[in-house]
């Protein structure tokens, strides 16, 4: 997966008509998807999902709803949202139900102006196809959907695909992109605030350039950082009536649009699980990540406070970001305040490390003659060369092989492990590829004698 800028796609509709379960037939028929490991806690709100080589981020967005809101503000409030946001709107109805709920949706994701796509899901529960009534919707693009028979599910992929594909890559900026993320009150705006106050020469500052995003851009040792103030990322079933119901999708597109993302993460509440799921969206999204435990004057004078314990506890919470570098905060007192700018230096320096073949594939010897791979199903996977990419943004590497399918997830973790030994990618993800070696001439490549 390039970590370019990914298009987002939204599912609205009223309750009840299959979003949800729309949402995860997707992820059953992706051709790749950012891998699940272990310790990493997630909401299947949103997910990226490759099909047939197109990647994108899709949003669930029954997640966000409250039950104690009337409909229209609601529905209202999610489809302005994502005419800003997202890059293309999917309005689902259950077939054989068509109510005013439906064309108010309809008529709303049409206001957009954005690509707009017609599920009619649950036709399984007809004894013929009806969606040719719910042109009256205004909506062209309409496809027949069921989940529980596996019909239409790629063919509405299709549609997606084809309509994303005039989405741009992220252009390349001298500028480096730093989104603060994190839930209400974490202290993101003092942060945002005592950045810039520790900085003389602000070049721009534009209040609401994107709704509930701030930004500031400041020169440090000849770099210029932009600085992003996002909205709060609330817990699903907090999330109050207003312009919250899509902070997520808010703060999912500034993480597209950054190069490094600091998450926030209240020293008082370190066990909030929402804070380890916004990290792991800037993992997916193969951003740059720091951890920053903020409001940390508010601990230091505690008698029972126990520093050690606590970044034992939040680092065994951020296991499945151990490369991210964790640092503590106070916008109060200033604490390490002004150690966040060499800190966003190395990082992105650490995103632009390149590693020669030879280098890769001396590497790659080595380590697979100290463990070999195990493998599942009783296959021995082989491993035989390791190339970088050089177009990707961040680190990225294509290791090819034979029985490559049968390598365990623990195996890949140890691959990155020792190539952050070795060569670095300070507060990067890292990503991998295992490929077939007959396979290597689709990636142009030479095949090439096995390393192990």
Known sequence: MNSAKLPIVAIVGRANVGKSSLFNAFLERREAIVTREAGTTRDRVTAIADFRGKNFWIVDTAGYKDPNDDFEATIQEQIIQASQDADLVLVVVEAGVLCDDDHKVATLALKTKKP??????????????????????????????????????????????????????????????????????????????????????????????????????????????????????????????????????????????????????????????????????????????????????????????????????ISSNYEFVAWAPMVVTSSITGQNITKLFDLILSIDDGRKVKVSTSELNNWLVRTVREHPPAGLKNRLPKLNYIVQETDNPIPAFKIFGSQTKFIHWSYRRYLETRLREQFGFFGNPIQIWFIEKHEAHRHGERPKEKAD
């Open 116 to 313: 707009v796509l017609l599920a009619v899901n649950k036709v399984d529960q007809l004894s013929h196809d009806t969606s040719y009534e719910y042109a009256k919707l205004g909506i062209t693009n309409i496809t027949s959907t069921s989940v529980t028979q596996s019909r239409g599910i790629n063919q509405l992929l299709e549609e997606i695909v084809s309509n994303i594909t005039h989405v741009s890559k992220k252009e390349k900026s001298e500028k480096i992109r730093v989104a603060l993320l994190g839930r209400p009150n974490v202290g993101k705006s003092s942060l945002f605030n005592s950045l810039l106050s520790k900085q003389q020469a602000i070049v721009t500052e534009r209040a609401g350039t994107t709704r509930d995003v701030n930004r500031a851009s400041v020169r440090y040792k000849n770099k210029q950082i932009e600085f992003m103030d996002t909205a709060g990322i609330r817990r699903p079933g907090r999330i109050e009536r207003g312009v919250e119901h899509f902070s997520v999708l808010r703060s999912l597109a500034a993480i597209e649009e950054a190069d490094i993302c600091f998450v926030l993460i209240d020293s008082n509440e370190p066990d909030v699980s929402q804070d380890q799921k916004i990290a792991g969206m800037v993992k997916d999204a193969g951003r740059g990540l720091a951890l920053l435990i903020s409001k940390w004057d508010s601990l230091s004078e505690k008698e029972d406070f126990d520093y050690d314990k606590l970044i034992r506890q």
